[in-house]
């Protein structure tokens, strides 16, 4: 399966300022996804980041707030602008691996604190 | 609307049991479904992918059923040991769509 490198793992990061989370995959992949888990829940889907077009962001989330670029079928970013408290979480991104039989792995995360 | 459940929120067994966590669905609908383990503030490892036409998948000292007509899956543990310690989190792929749709998990801690 799709090995997924994310990086920053952690950081602690002043409200209002912005901090831009990258994942790199060892192999193409046609979907990458971004999500959130806050403090004690389950994960909630960001968007979904596709290759060459912008990002579908589902309910609640918008493009402003969390900007996604995907330049290529390996890399993606998401960038958490104008932070505040509330937009601490861990933040994950996955992709879809169709060669194992379309299950979904998942990159280590990032731990993110805003103070 | 598809929900995914899963029980018990949390379980707290001596090492060396063997042990079951419980996830049922609502909606029997579905292209599979896949076990996670979480380690506290890490991603997310997959364990075990079923797909909708298995009854079941086996990798170690893990085995995962599933039973679309009742709605449910069940991850059993054997022989568990502290290492196992963490979150089990089981999700469903409903229909053609690429989304997951999410139980919240069930906190395992593994006494020496």
């Known amino acids: 399966s799709a090995v997924i490198s994310q990086k920053p793992s952690r950081d602690i990061c ?8 990258q994942c790199q995959v060892d192999s193409q992949v046609t979907m ?8 004690g829940q389950s ?3 960001i968007a979904t980041a596709n290759q060459g077009s912008e990002a579908t962001y589902e309910s609640g989330f918008v493009i402003d ?3 996604i670029s995907r ?10 602008s104008n932070m505040s408290p509330e937009d601490s979480s861990i933040y994950l991104c996955s992709v879809f691996n169709p060669s194992t039989g379309y299950g979904y792995t998942f990159g280590s995360g990032t731990r993110l604190t805003v103070v | 609307k598809q929900e995914v ?13 063997n042990l079951v966590l419980n996830c049922s669905f609502t909606d029997s609908a579905i292209y599979n479904l896949q076990w996670f383990r979480q380690d506290p503030g890490k991603g997310l490892t997959s364990l075990l992918l079923i797909q909708s036409s298995q009854r079941e998948q086996t990798s170690g000292r893990l085995n995962a ?3 679309k ?8 543990i054997a022989a568990s040991q502290p290492g196992d310690s963490a979150t089990y989190l089981c999700a469903v792929r409903p229909g053609s769509n690429y989304q997951l749709i999410w139980g919240a998990g069930t906190k395992l801690i593994i006494k020496p």
């Open chain 2, 69 to 76: 007509s009742s709605g449910r899956s069940t991850l059993y």
């Open chain 2, 5 to 17: 459940t899963q029980i018990p929120a949390a379980l707290s067994v001596p090492e060396g049991e």
């Open chain 1, 71 to 80: 330049p290529n079928l390996t890399f993606s970013t998401l960038t958490v």
């Open chain 1, 43 to 45: 994960l909630t889907l």
């Open chain 1, 14 to 21: 002043q409200r209002g300022t912005s901090l831009t989370i």
């Open chain 1, 65 to 67: 707030k969390f900007p």
């Open chain 1, 32 to 39: 990458m996804f971004w999500y959130r888990q806050q403090p």
């Open chain 2, 65 to 67: 059923s599933l039973d």
